[in-house]
């Protein structure tokens, strides 16, 4: 028995079918080059620009700009390349600045022994004038020795590894040797020195270090404060905290220097005398040894009316 079927309804299907599967294979296509174009744009090329800027950074070009969009992984990735990009640019800023300060510190000196070594030189000089040359040679040959020694203990400091020994020590006997040691050269000027301690206070603190603080503070407040005026040291307990001010009434720092004083090579007085100029580095060194005792100093002054140099350390 033959039976036949008209097959134009399935080859009709079969047509459908076709069409059906050759659109969704052109959609699928284009589906993926959408995706593609997108995954590329949003993944790829960040991803290539971050590999670019990581490349210009290796060959010390700081000047990398990245385009952040959105809050996911690549951006956090982006983010820390750019302020990896910035903490070098400030950090080549800072060495330029600092080596162009040394430089400047270390000439200053020189050209002063040089020259003056030049005039001790000739000959039928006078002994008495030859020894004042000398004189000053040796001070300025000072000057450059405690520069050294005050960058030594920087780099020390920048590589760790500066120590501290802490000991109890009782702050009022402390402050006592202090003034002690320091009156005479307060006195030479005119000036007074006063303490203030009426707490039996013990600290631990590396004595030899913390006295380089305070000898520091102190310095500076005998060469700025006035004639005949009054540095005081006053201790108080607060919060569990020991604070220490030392107090002068001198010319105070204008407003504009006071975020700076505790930079390196920084001064007010950018007439850089050789006789009250110091090296620049002494209330850097300060704060270092400071924050090495787990505490902290700041400044408080008014141009004109005095300074305050507030040290806090944490008590016990």
């Known amino acids: 028995v033959y039976m036949f079927q008209n097959t134009d309804s399935i080859q009709n299907m079969i047509y459908k079918l076709k069409h059906h599967f050759l659109m969704v294979g052109i959609f699928s296509v284009f589906l993926t080059i959408i995706t593609i174009a997108f995954l590329s744009r949003v993944i790829t090329i960040p991803l290539i620009r971050m590999k670019e800027a990581t490349e210009k950074l290796c060959k010390g070009d700081f000047s990398v700009r990245l385009q952040i969009k959105g809050e996911d992984e690549l951006a956090e990735l982006g983010k820390a390349i750019q302020t990896l990009a910035r903490d070098l640019e400030y950090l080549k800023k800072e060495r330029s600045e600092f080596l162009a300060s040394i430089s400047h510190e270390l000439r200053t000196p020189l050209t002063y022994v040089k020259g003056y070594a030049d005039i001790a030189r000739r000959p039928n000089m006078e002994e008495e004038e030859r020894n004042r040359y000398l004189s000053i040679i040796y001070e300025e040959a000072e000057h450059m020795e405690k520069l050294v020694k005050d960058l030594f203990e920087l780099a020390k400091m920048d590589q760790h590894s500066f120590q501290i020994h802490k000991e109890p020590t009782n702050l009022c006997s402390f402050l006592k040797k202090l003034h002690d040691?320091?009156?005479?050269?307060?006195?030479?000027?005119?000036?007074?020195?006063?303490?203030?301690?009426?707490?039996?206070?013990?600290?631990?603190?590396?004595?030899?270090?913390?006295?380089?603080?305070?000898?520091?503070?102190?310095?500076?407040?005998?060469?700025?404060?006035?004639q005949g005026s009054t540095v005081s040291i006053d201790v108080r307990v607060e919060k569990n905290n020991i604070v220490i001010i030392v107090s002068d009434k001198g010319r105070g720092i204008p407003e504009e220097d006071l975020p700076h004083i505790f930079e390196r090579f920084?001064?007010?007085?950018?007439?850089?005398?050789?006789?009250?100029?110091?090296?620049?580095?002494?209330l850097a060194i300060a704060k270092e040894i400071v924050e090495a005792h787990g505490g902290s100093i700041h400044v408080a002054s008014e141009y004109g009316k005095g300074t305050n140099m507030i040290i806090t350390l944490p008590e016990g």
């Open 266 to 282: 920084y001064r007010v007085d950018k007439s850089r005398s050789r006789t009250s100029g110091g090296t620049g580095l002494g």
């Open 181 to 226: 040691k320091m009156h005479p050269a307060f006195q030479a000027k005119k000036m007074s020195l006063v303490y203030q301690c009426e707490k039996n206070i013990t600290v631990h603190i590396d004595q030899k270090r913390f006295e380089q603080v305070m000898m520091n503070l102190l310095d500076n407040a005998l060469k700025y404060a006035d």
